[in-house]
């Protein structure tokens, strides 16, 4: 059985190849990239990504507005599902917000330079202490 921690990292391995389909508009389907990632079906991993997918809009509008200088597409696919991750969880989960964000961190750490782990943790601390987590 795989820890939660585990399981964000399927999630963002499986985000991050739906990027890569998306980019070059070919067709995919998402519960075979989850598959190929994790041999028991698992609803944390399905929730992540499906509804990641779903509100990828909103969650890039809101990156963007936290983001300084920067843009969610101007980051590595990578770093856009861990913040992606992170704002969902953030957002509009019940995940405690400093859980949300020791997550990605600490997935950004594995997957990223430090520069890029500063940043998505100074853009996720701003949006914990902004209006966006109140309005939902």
């Known amino acids: 059985m795989k820890n939660r921690s585990e399981l964000r990292e399927i999630a963002m391995k499986v985000l991050y190849q739906v990027y890569i389909f998306q980019d070059s508009k070919q067709e ?3 519960k075979e990239l989850i ?3 994790i041999e028991v079906e698992n609803e944390f991993v399905n929730e992540l990504v499906f509804n990641i997918i779903e509100k990828q809009k909103d969650i890039s509008k809101i990156a963007n507005k936290y ?3 920067w843009n ?3 980051l590595s696919k990578v770093d856009k599902a861990i913040l992606s ?3 969902y969880e953030l957002i509009y989960t019940e995940t405690p ?3 949300a964000i020791n997550e990605a961190i600490e997935l950004s750490k594995k997957y990223s330079d430090e520069k890029v782990t500063k940043m998505l ?3 996720l601390d701003k949006i914990y202490h902004s209006e966006e987590i109140n309005e939902q």
Request: no cysteine; net charge negative; charged share 30%.
């Open 67 to 69: 983001l300084v200088d």
């Open 35 to 37: 598959k190929e990632q």
């Open 97 to 99: 917000s400093v859980v």
């Open 28 to 30: 995919y389907d998402v």
């Open 85 to 87: 991750i992170g704002i």
């Open 72 to 74: 969610i597409d101007r």
């Open 121 to 123: 943790n100074a853009t």
